[in-house]
């Protein structure tokens, strides 16, 4: 089955910084790749989503970029806000498959004012 | 409109006793979920439903654990002999299709002492 790898664990930045946090997968099949933010005590929320037609999309100050060849994505926040604390979940699914999202563990991300 | 509903919010069980977790997913989604959430681990897959197909268990950890979902609708995870190592947030999500994003509940704390 489909295996994803997160990184870091925790990240720290200070307000203005720009935040990465990368994501590997294990299954070639896999062509749809979401990430969530879950804030504390709340749902994880999806807010944004790559297909594997595309290579980068870009959403405001958020943008996910994707690298089938070496299987790994990212997600990019830049100018980063206190708001953006939060855990960030990445995932990998295979659309037009089995189609059951592997989440990896989860990045905390703490945006120090 | 609403989102999806889970109940009850927390659970807290004595060892060996059963347990029942709810989830009303989002009006006409035709894809329910449940995933697992330990402190400090992603998001575990437990089982999936698609509309009037056989639902995909290959995520349940044992024979303890089973679920149902009536009418397309509501979905129940009974936990049966709950054991300590079964205390997690128990989320479920839908999503409008197979392919689609998905949503998720506020989840459902269990306690297990």
């Known amino acids: 089955g489909e295996n994803v790898e997160q990184h870091p664990s925790t990240l720290s930045v200070q307000e203005g910084d720009s935040a990465v946090i990368k994501c590997t997968y294990s299954d070639s099949a896999s062509n749809y790749f979401p990430w969530y933010k879950q804030e504390l005590g709340k749902r994880p929320q999806l807010i944004i989503d790559?297909?594997?037609?595309?290579g980068e999309k870009k959403d405001q100050r958020i943008a996910v970029t994707l690298n089938k060849t070496a299987k790994h994505f990212s997600l990019h926040i830049t100018e980063t806000q206190p708001e953006d604390s939060a855990v960030y979940f990445c995932a990998a699914a295979e659309s037009g498959g089995s189609y059951i999202p592997t989440f990896g563990r989860g990045t905390s991300l703490i945006v120090h004012p | 409109g609403a989102g999806v509903s889970q109940s009850p919010s927390n659970k807290v069980t004595e060892k060996g006793k059963d347990v029942e977790l709810r989830c009303d997913p989002i009006?006409?989604?035709?894809?329910l979920y449940w995933y697992r959430q330990s402190l400090g681990q992603g998001l575990e897959f437990l089982i999936y439903?698609?509309?009037?197909?056989?639902?995909?268990k290959s995520g349940l950890p044992s024979d303890r654990f089973s679920a149902e979902r009536t009418g397309g609708s509501v979905s129940t995870l009974t936990i049966q002999r709950t054991q300590q190592e079964d205390s997690a947030v128990y989320l479920c999500?839908?999503?409008?299709?197979?392919?689609?994003?998905?949503?998720f509940g506020n989840g459902t704390r269990l306690t297990v002492t």
């Open positions: 439903f698609q509309g009037n197909s056989a639902p995909d």
């Open positions: 790559i297909r594997s037609n595309v």
């Open positions: 999500a839908s999503s409008q299709n197979r392919d689609s994003p998905l949503h």
């Open positions: 009006s006409g989604h035709t894809a």
